[in-house]
C-alpha cells in the first residue's frame, strides 16, 4: 500500500530564509514521488517529480527534493523563500502497479512573512 | 503535457439534488480519476476511470453516490447524487497519459467547487 506523511501541518517562513517541508512515504513497490503547490482559489501545479533516476531532483521556481530510500524521505527545500511561494504544497505518491494511482499527502501551508 | 477543463467551475445546489461535473482533455488519456477535497483539507481519490470497463471506487466511494462515465478516451464525468452538504467539496479531474513505466505524470483539472444548501 502507499501511503505519504507530511509531517508538518503548517510552516512560517521570513523572506529570503531557507524553507524545508517534510514528507514521508510508505511504499511496496519503488514509488514515484512528487511534489504540487496549490494557490489560494488555484488549481494544482508540479513542481517537481522523482521516478527513479537522480535521487537530487530540482523543479520550478527554485525548489528541490532529495529522494533518500534508507529514510523513505521526499523532502522539498528551497534556499530563500519568496512571497509568491505562500501556498498550499502536497507530497504525493503515485502507485505505478495500480494505474498510476496518486495518493495525496495532507499538505503543509507555507507561510512567507515579509 | 494535457491540459483539462471542468464544468461548472462551481455550482449552488439544493440538497436532494443531482449535479454532473465534465472532464474534458485536450488529448487522449488511458485513465483519468476523480478526486474530492473537502473544506480544509487533502486530495482523496474517489475512483478511477478506464475507458470501456466500469470505473474503480476506492473504500467509502460508491457508485450510486458517484456514478462515473468515461465514453471515451478525452472525456469523464462524475455525478453526486442525493446531495447532502457533506458533500460540499471541490471535485477534481486529473488524466494520466498513460501506464508505462515512463508514464509517470497526472495533470489536474481546476476543480469544481460545489456547495450544496
Known amino acids: 500500500a502507499q501511503s505519504v506523511t507530511q509531517l508538518d501541518s503548517h510552516v512560517s517562513v521570513s523572506e529570503g530564509t531557507p524553507v524545508l517541508l517534510r514528507c514521508n512515504y510508505s511504499?511496496?513497490?519503488?514509488?514515484?514521488l512528487f511534489w504540487y503547490v496549490q494557490h489560494p482559489n488555484k488549481g494544482l501545479q508540479l513542481l517537481l517529480k522523482y521516478t527513479s533516476a537522480a535521487t537530487l531532483v530540482k523543479g520550478i521556481n527554485g525548489f528541490e527534493a532529495e529522494f533518500k530510500k534508507s529514510e523513505t524521505s521526499f523532502h522539498l527545500t528551497k534556499p530563500s523563500a519568496h512571497m509568491s511561494d505562500a501556498a498550499e504544497y502536497f507530497c504525493v505518491v503515485s502507485d505505478r502497479r495500480n494505474f498510476n494511482k496518486f495518493y495525496f499527502g495532507s499538505g503543509t501551508k507555507l507561510n512567507v512573512k515579509p | 503535457s494535457a491540459v483539462i477543463s471542468q464544468k461548472p467551475s462551481r455550482d449552488i445546489c439544493q440538497r436532494g439534488t443531482s449535479l454532473t461535473i465534465q472532464c474534458q482533455v485536450d488529448?487522449?488519456?488511458?485513465?483519468m480519476f476523480w478526486y474530492r477535497q473537502q473544506p480544509g483539507q487533502s486530495l482523496t481519490l474517489i475512483a478511477t476511470?478506464?475507458?470501456?470497463?466500469?470505473?474503480?471506487?476506492e473504500s467509502g466511494f460508491v457508485i450510486d453516490k458517484f456514478p462515473i462515465s468515461r465514453p471515451n478516451l478525452t472525456f469523464s464525468t462524475l455525478t453526486v447524487s442525493n446531495m447532502s452538504p457533506e458533500d460540499s467539496s471541490i471535485y477534481l479531474c486529473?488524466?494520466?497519459?498513460?501506464?508505462?513505466?515512463?508514464?509517470?505524470?497526472?495533470?489536474f483539472g481546476q476543480g469544481t467547487r460545489l456547495t450544496v444548501v
Open positions: 486529473s488524466a494520466a497519459p498513460g501506464t508505462g513505466p515512463r508514464d509517470t505524470e497526472a495533470f
Open positions: 488529448s487522449q488519456v488511458t485513465m
Open positions: 476511470a478506464n475507458q470501456g470497463s466500469e470505473a474503480t471506487y
Open positions: 511504499s511496496s513497490y519503488s514509488p514515484s
